[in-house]
């Protein structure tokens, strides 16, 4: 089901968030964390403006933008500075789940098929500014752009009028008549700008009064409602709860009818503490929040499994997991991929700070990256040599090798098995 979208912008200029892109006062002097404050108040994505002047500045900026990209829990779009299609791939590198293409520039305009094509119609916006940039490229967008942003205000009646493609309006300040009146039309798929930023806070109550006068908006609708769950003798629903990221679980606690529609209203979990007899937000004190990405109900209705975003710990006692206290434990080997891969790569990493004597890892890191890289090309080769061999085993220890070279590479290069399984995710 589409919906429409409240999208939050951030106008990134010398590391700092300012008010617009005419109007350098700077409105918060950490964007990562003003990008993290849009996220948690039910934001539904992120645009992010890069207005840097100089290379330097430019990366910079893009290393501000990866931080957002890892720190929000919604899709952003990266905007600005675009030149070249190594500029788009720079973005959408850097974790941005689309990046747009300023069509006040000839240039960007040119690039729109071949960076559509090398990356999908999907990764690429526009910016626009004037309602007959619309009409004049209209062929192009329609093979090539999955959105338009509307970025000033003026023209915007005129752009409705001549667009049948999806927009986002960029507006100041304005009533929430006239947001409605403007979400009321099929072609505008959401509304950033000054009147978003401005109510942040507000964005739940707008979302419920946009659902009231029958636009839709993303919400958590949930598929079970209350009276279906077997509830136990307290009138309460089990709820387990586990990271997302890592299916580890986290803790468990307990629902009642309040805390589970709070809990779908809010996207924060809610529950019903049994010993002081009310709700309570999990990290409402902490800012150890956690943030609903799935709810799942059991066979017999009477257990939810939350997947959530954990921010911080868990648990009172600082521990990620409530589930620390062992009672007993049988030897096994882990089989789980990717922890797997990450205790691997921890003893990697361990040795690049505690060198041990004779260790083969340490060798390679004192030798340096070229030692590195020409041992991960003979893995590479030593893989396909193997792969001619009609013995699958040759193949599964050269492919170790392998990874184990291209992990040494990776500690060395500061790069995360979350950064990799992230970008393998967008893909």
């Not at 707008?206 to 509830?231: D, H, M, S, Y």
């Not at 260790?359 to 590479?380: H, P, Q, R, V």
């Not at 396909?384 to 500690?411: C, G, Q, R, T």
Request: charge should be negative.
């Amino acid at each position: 089901m589409s919906y429409k979208k409240f999208v939050p912008c951030i106008y990134l200029y010398k590391g700092d968030a300012v008010k617009g892109f005419s109007d350098n006062t700077i409105i918060d002097t950490n964007p990562v964390a003003l990008a993290k404050f849009y996220s948690d108040n039910n934001a539904d994505e992120i645009i992010v403006y890069d207005m840097s002047d100089q290379d330097a500045e430019h990366e910079e900026a893009l290393d501000i933008i990866k931080a957002i990209c890892n720190k929000a829990e919604v899709p952003v779009i990266g905007a600005g500075n675009v030149k070249r299609m190594e500029d788009i791939k720079k973005l959408l590198y850097a974790g941005c789940k689309k990046a747009a293409l300023n069509y006040s520039k000839p240039g960007n305009i040119e690039i729109t098929e071949e960076v559509s094509k090398k990356f999908g119609k999907d990764k690429i916006v526009a910016c626009v500014t004037e309602a007959d940039t619309i009409t004049d490229n209209r062929e192009l967008l329609a093979d090539y752009v999955s959105e338009i942003i509307l970025v000033r205000e003026k023209g915007l009646k005129e752009a409705i009028s001549v667009s049948e493609f999806p927009m986002i309006a960029s507006v100041p300040e304005v009533s929430l008549d006239k947001i409605l009146e403007l979400l009321s039309y099929d072609n505008i798929c959401g509304i950033s700008g000054y009147a978003i930023n401005q109510n942040a806070k507000e964005l739940l109550a707008i979302k419920a009064l946009c659902q009231n006068n029958g636009i839709a908006v993303n919400t958590f609708e949930p598929a079970i409602r209350w009276e279906e769950f077997k509830l136990n003798s307290d009138g309460h629903v089990t709820v387990v709860v586990q990271d997302y990221k890592t299916d580890e679980v986290l803790m468990v606690a307990y629902m009642n009818e309040e805390a589970y529609n709070m809990t779908l209203k809010t996207g924060k979990m809610t529950y019903y503490s049994r010993s002081r007899q009310e709700l309570w937000v999990k990290g409402e004190t902490s800012g150890h929040f956690q943030y609903v990405k799935s709810l799942t109900a059991d066979c017999d209705k009477d257990t939810i499994l939350a997947k959530v975003s954990q921010i911080g710990a868990a648990c009172h006692t600082g521990s990620h997991s409530c589930f620390f206290n062992e009672i007993m434990t049988k030897e096994y080997e882990e089989t789980n991929p990717l922890k797997v891969f990450e205790q691997v790569f921890d003893v990697i990493k361990d040795r690049k700070v505690h060198p041990k004597e004779g260790s083969y890892t340490n060798y390679l890191f004192d030798k340096g990256i070229d030692k590195i890289l020409k041992k991960l090309g003979e893995e590479a080769t030593e893989i396909v040599i193997a792969a001619k061999n009609p013995n699958a085993n040759e193949v599964k220890y050269e492919i170790s090798d392998f990874l184990y070279h291209m992990m040494v590479l990776m500690a060395e290069k500061n790069v995360t098995w979350e950064e990799i399984t992230t970008e393998l995710a967008q893909r």
